[in-house]
């Protein structure tokens, strides 16, 4: 029947579509929900388990055999069981020679065992080709076809051919394969889904670190203060007005943090003449995680506007509006309208609304769906150009709104200054810096670094 059916895939177009049949060993949740959907996808499925009870709980269409007799009918077998029942393999090793085996186990602990489950089944199975793959899908998103979320599959294995198998297998479910090369990134693979947004962990741990310092700086300065000085309870701060704070100055700094490293970055280019050695860790490591930094100021600076926004449904505001209007009508005296502070706050908001606008630009080119449809130097268009004039406009609607209070000695509560005072230190230093940077003479020699070219080409590496 082989014979024949190599003969007439050339001739008969009508059988190019047909499966061959895949070998499942273990029926828990992942194994049924992964079967399910080879199914659906056209293949033919048979289950290696050590009862051949067909059972309600495995999938319509599927077989039940034993180990020995589901091995001897797929060339291909997914191994959907945990590596401490991998013993079961020892006796079948003459039937699983030649026949590529799947991997698809994940471990409790990252790096749990001295090698990875993958590697520990070649060694088990020594005659098989193993392939690494499906460990980072989940029998869920399997069973209900939510793949959005979890659609590319890591694979990797040390014979091509096999490895393509799988590759081809993945592609007819409906899902991404990325070839992550020989056995040995195994793994790797099996570490990522154990690792909890390692990503954000830094920019989350940085903006909670510097949330609680501006939070009890504000709660000093707008709280405690006029409590101890003027014996004014203002402790319903803690709910608005001390967010409303906080959360445009995380987006400022955390804004401002995204572009310092790559000012760093050009500082150590010129200092050394060279593009061709490495950064220090900290910064590479600074560096991969600015998009999620950008993220996370974003995430601040959308919650400013909606607490901006309920400001004037507010008791205390409410209540202060109502009283300078009622002292007005009692001293009978109409204030006039002061241009210059009209044209501060419009300004002020203004900058804001512009900055905020951008801000929500650079969020939306950094998702992956809008970046892979626009070239390099658009995409560095948007994050570069924009993202400066982005930090230009917040820092500027945070300039005219202190206005003259930079100046006052009343803003200064226990020598201590405002808090949106503090925010400005890191945006003017870098915009300082890359104002400087633009300079022809700084200019066009970090261009021509980065073109490839050496003050002392010993360094090159």
């Known amino acids: 029947m082989n014979k024949n059916s190599s003969n007439i895939m050339a001739l008969a177009p009508t059988t190019s579509n ?27 499925v048979v289950f290696g388990s050590r009862s051949t009870q067909t059972s309600s709980l495995i999938p319509k269409g599927a077989e039940v055999l034993s180990h020995t007799e589901a091995a001897q009918k797929a060339a291909v077998i997914i191994i959907a069981i945990q590596r401490q029942h991998y013993n079961f393999l020892t006796p079948l090793t003459e039937i699983l020679h030649g026949k590529v085996l799947v991997d698809v186990s994940n471990n ?8 990875s489950n993958a590697e520990y ?22 069973q209900s076809g939510t793949l959005d979320a979890s659609r590319q599959v890591f694979v990797c294995g040390d014979d091509m051919e096999a490895k393509q198998t799988v590759m081809n297998i993945v592609r007819a479910l409906g899902l991404t394969p990325l070839d992550q090369g020989s056995l040995l990134a195994a793994q790797e693979i099996e570490n990522y889904p154990l690792q909890l947004f390692p990503m954000w962990k830094f920019p989350i741990l940085l903006s909670f670190g510097l949330a609680a310092f501006f939070f009890f700086y504000c709660l000093i300065r707008n709280v405690i203060y006029p409590y101890v000085y003027e014996n004014k309870d203002f402790s319903f701060f803690i709910a608005i007005s001390i ?4 959360c445009p100055i995380l987006a400022l700094v955390l804004l401002a943090l995204v ?34 930094l950008g993220l996370v100021a974003l995430a601040f600076a959308s919650l400013h506007v909606l607490y901006t926004l309920v400001i004037p449904i507010r008791s205390f505001v409410r209540w202060r509006t109502s009283s300078q209007i009622i002292s007005q009508v009692l001293n009978n005296k109409t204030e006039p309208l002061n241009t210059t502070n009209a044209w501060l706050s419009d300004s002020y908001l203004a900058l804001g609304i512009l900055g905020f606008f951008l801000f929500v630009l650079l969020g939306i080119t950094s998702l992956p ?24 406009l917040c820092t500027a609607h945070t300039l005219v709104y202190g206005g003259k209070r930079f100046l006052s000695s009343s803003s200064y509560r226990w020598y201590l200054p ?32 980065r073109q490839g070219w050496e003050r002392n080409p010993q360094y090159s590496e």
């Open 18 to 44: 047909r499966r061959e049949t895949v070998c499942i060993f273990g029926t828990g949740d992942f194994g049924r929900a992964l079967g399910h959907k080879m199914i659906q996808s056209g293949y033919p």
């Open 108 to 115: 409790l602990k990252i790096n749990e065992y001295p090698e």
């Open 121 to 142: 089944l070649a060694q088990l199975v020594p005659g098989a080709k193993v392939v690494k793959a499906f460990n980072t899908v989940s029998a869920w998103a399997l």
């Open 243 to 246: 967010p409303n704070r906080i």
């Open 259 to 292: 572009y310092l490293p790559g000012v760093l970055a050009a500082i150590i280019q010129l200092y050394r003449g060279t593009k061709y050695r490495r950064f220090p860790d900290w910064l590479d490591k600074w560096m991969l995680c600015r998009k999620q």
């Open 369 to 392: 769906s809008v970046s892979n449809n626009v070239n390099w130097r658009e995409f560095r268009f948007v994050q570069s150009k924009l993202g400066y004039l982005t930090l230009i």
């Open 418 to 449: 405002n808090a949106y005072m503090l925010s400005l230190v890191v945006p003017c230093m870098v915009l300082v810096v890359k104002f400087v940077l633009i300079f022809p003479c700084l200019d066009k020699p970090l261009t021509r670094i």
